[in-house]
């Protein structure tokens, strides 16, 4: 029996074989491929305990503070080339429904986020055809002239990939010159599930695995940190979960380059591989356990070099979130204001979370809240009682104030034409 085994009461109720797994766990072993498969597939009891060991490991390695940043989302664009079948967001660029926000509505937009007290603007869109190449590295500058001290969090994989092959610069020129425009980190989006059989099933053409590894791996050396994500509750099955995470934390170890891990499972009711039926056997999103599991999973394998596991409201819920904190998450993820991929396909939590509304979730959960910038680094602890109000929380009806990505592709305004 291990030391982990004898002493926590967590571990009371379980089978033998997760008992010895999450023993060792706590031990301060590495959860390996073959023992994470097994509490991939745990239910019961035995999920109690894999869900309290992730809460003690989080104690252990995040503490009881809950982070969150105040940012905006800017989707500049939903025209795009690809036909990803889980996306419910992009439009064919003849489609009435296509927009294009001119940079000046992007520095507008960002602008507005900062005088609410932002701190960091988060930038992903569409792949319009014929799209400049230099046209992400433009937009950074545009921005950062006007608010130099933004953080930009901008551009998945996907579209650095795309400004590579239309500017013609190779990926890592190409990010060294976003790097020196004023990009800070990249999200870790499209990334989906890293296996290039599931890819090729849900989203043909998108991405690959070696694709995006190379440009995260590139960001990385290149001192650009980036998030990492994964989407579930489609086709996969728990073992692409465990493979997937295997992959990144193999990336971890080498680069460190990763500020957080964020499951994002997948919103179906719109998305085409669901509502049209274009992939079989497609499950209608994951399951309430699923997503307990998977991040209380996330916990155990990639906790020791993430630190930071994030439950995602737009996906999941608020109330759902403050479940996620008791089972190894420790981030709620940003305000938003603005949000238009989930909503698009169908996602029920509205565009905003103001950060009092973060605040009083993390404190019902008995957790500490703060506020962070993108990197981690706390802005501000909010201690028993502090509880003044922020800019965001004097905002009555943020639909009317920040507009919306239905308002937008009902108005017609910013359509897109082919330029
Ligand atoms: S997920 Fe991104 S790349 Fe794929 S169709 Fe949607 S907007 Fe385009």
Known sequence: MSTGEAGNPELNGASRDVRRILGRALDGHEVGVDDALVLAGVRGRDLAAVGAVADEMRRRQAGDVVTFVVNRNVNFTNVCIKHCTFCAFSRDHREEEGYFLPVEEVVRRAQ??????????????????????RYYIDLCRAIKRVLPDVHLHAFSPEEILYGSIRSGL???????ELKDAGLGTLPGTSAEILDQGIRDAIARGRITVEQWLEVITTAHALGIRTTSTIMYGHVETPAHWVHHMALLRGVQKETGGFTEFVPLSLIHSEAPMYAKKLVPDVRPGATGIEVVLMHALARLMLGPTFRNIQASWVKEGPKLCQILLTVGANDLGGTLINESISTSAGAQYGQLVPPGELKRLIRDAGRVPAQRDT????VRLYGDGDDEAAPLDMVDDAEARFGSYRRLVASGAFRFTQR
């Open 375 to 378: 990197v981690y680094n706390i």
């Open 112 to 133: 507005e986020a900062w005088d609410l007290g932002a701190t960091e603007i988060c930038i992903q869109a569409g792949l319009p055809p014929k799209l400049d190449g």
């Open 170 to 176: 190779p990926i890592k020129e190409y990010l060294t």
